[in-house]
Structures are given as structure tokens and as C-alpha cells.
Nanobody, 124 residues
Framework: QVQLIESGGGVVQSGGSLRLSCTTS????????MAWFRQAPGKEREFVAD????????YYSNSVKGRFTISRDNLKKAVFLQMNDLRPEDTAVYYC?????????????????WGQGTQVTVSS
């Protein structure tokens, strides 16, 4: 059974930082690209970042490029999202997701496995 479990969310002031973690089980991580998505209240789920292998390549949405960094550790079976210079518009539930390597980046329907999400709230 595949499980993706996010952690690290919380409440932070504008300009602050958080580091999200996603631990995985039940899948061979080297066979998957990993990503983060987010969903704010009343909005559609949107792509945040994706990483193919530990040394990249990486992909980011324009809204987080230069502020967020995605990384992965295949030995620990984990994926991370370092979020710096957080803004109130970053407030959302953040989800970890996995896609097989032949599927294209960023389209949520291409990701076969999802976590339950972790809440990030940025106060102004």
C-alpha cells in the first residue's frame, strides 16, 4: 500500500520560513518523480514544484520560483520543500504527490499517488 505522509506545516509570519517533509512507503521511489501541490480555500489545486532525481532537474511555478526549493533523499524515501520569504498568498494545504517518470510535469492528473496534505498559514 502506497503512503505519502506530509509534515512540517504550521503558522508563520510573512517573510518567515517553513520546511515541509513528505515520507513515502510502499513505492520504489527511484521510479517516481515527486512534487508538491497546494490548494487554497475556494481555489483549484495548483502545481508548486517537481523533482525528477536527487540531482534534478527541478521545476517550479512562477509564483514560488526563487523562494521555494524542492529536494529529495531516496535513501530516506523522503521529499522536502524549503519555503522562504513566505507571503499570505502562500497560505494553503500543501500536498505531496508522485508520478511515474513517463508522465509529464505539473498536470495534477498525471500524479498517481497523493498525501493527505499539511496546512500552511502565513499571517500578514
Amino acid at each position: 500500500q502506497v503512503q505519502l505522509i506530509e509534515s512540517g506545516g504550521g503558522v508563520v509570519q510573512s517573510g518567515g520560513s517553513l520546511r515541509l517533509s513528505c515520507t513515502t512507503s510502499g513505492l520504489t521511489l527511484t521510479q517516481y518523480a515527486m512534487a508538491w501541490f497546494r490548494q487554497a480555500p475556494g481555489k483549484e489545486r495548483e502545481f508548486v514544484a517537481d523533482i525528477l532525481r536527487p540531482n534534478g532537474p527541478t521545476y517550479y511555478s512562477n509564483s514560488v520560483k526563487g523562494r521555494f526549493t524542492i529536494s529529495r533523499d531516496n535513501l530516506k524515501k523522503a521529499v522536502f520543500l524549503q519555503m522562504n520569504d513566505l507571503r499570505p498568498e502562500d497560505t494553503a494545504v500543501y500536498y505531496c504527490a508522485a508520478r511515474t517518470l513517463q508522465m509529464s510535469v505539473a498536470r495534477s492528473g498525471n500524479y498517481a499517488h497523493w498525501g493527505q496534505g499539511t496546512q500552511v498559514t502565513v499571517s500578514s
